[in-house]
């Protein structure tokens, strides 16, 4: 008799053992959806990666916005180049120059934006949406 009430009792400890771990369990799972999903929104998927800089001495110039950055990143084209964002990416960005030489709309996949650069001079842009997205256009002479 008294070995069945102890038994009781241990029964009771293995049954609060597997809803602990298996509240553990769920608490990490659900961690991992949340940070899953807090990454996806919020940082670049893409990790920026070393790119090579473009020279061209073509009279139109295309630069790829992807997620999220430019390609080629860093580009130098010759005075009255036209250079044609073309957005590639699956989500919207824009082209914005930090001095205000030019920017476009926000704009989505398939959209493009071209600009004629008749002045030399160096252009920082970026895209006002994601941090980091920066992209640097030399025209010259
Ligand atoms: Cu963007």
Same mark, same amino acid.
């Given at each position: 008799?008294? =070995? =069945?009430? @102890?038994?009781?009792?241990?029964? %009771? ?10 509240? /553990? &369990? ?5 961690? %991992?959806?949340? +940070?899953? &999903? ?8 893409? =990790? ?9 001495? @073509? ?21 009255? &180049?036209?250079?044609? +964002? ?13 001095? %205000?030489?030019? &920017? ?7 959209? @493009? ?20 997205? /920066? %992209?640097?256009?030399?025209? =010259? @002479?």
């Amino acid at each position: 008799m008294p =070995k =069945k009430t @102890e038994s009781r009792p241990r029964k %009771g400890i293995l049954n609060n053992t597997t809803l602990v771990l298996g509240a /553990l &369990a769920l608490v990490a799972v659900v961690a %991992g959806a949340a +940070w899953l &999903a807090f990454d996806g929104g919020s940082t670049p998927k893409r =990790k920026l990666v070393r790119q090579t800089p473009v020279v061209s001495t @073509e009279t139109q110039v295309r630069v790829d916005v992807i997620d999220n950055d430019f390609t080629p990143r860093t580009l130098t084209v010759n005075k009255g &180049a036209a250079v044609t +964002w073309k957005f590639t990416g699956s989500i919207p960005h824009n082209v914005t120059d930090d001095r %205000g030489a030019f &920017a476009s709309d926000t704009l989505g996949h398939g959209e @493009e934006f071209t600009r004629t650069f008749d002045t030399a001079g160096i252009f920082y842009y970026y895209c006002t949406i994601h941090h980091g997205m /920066l %992209g640097t256009l030399t025209v =010259k @002479e």
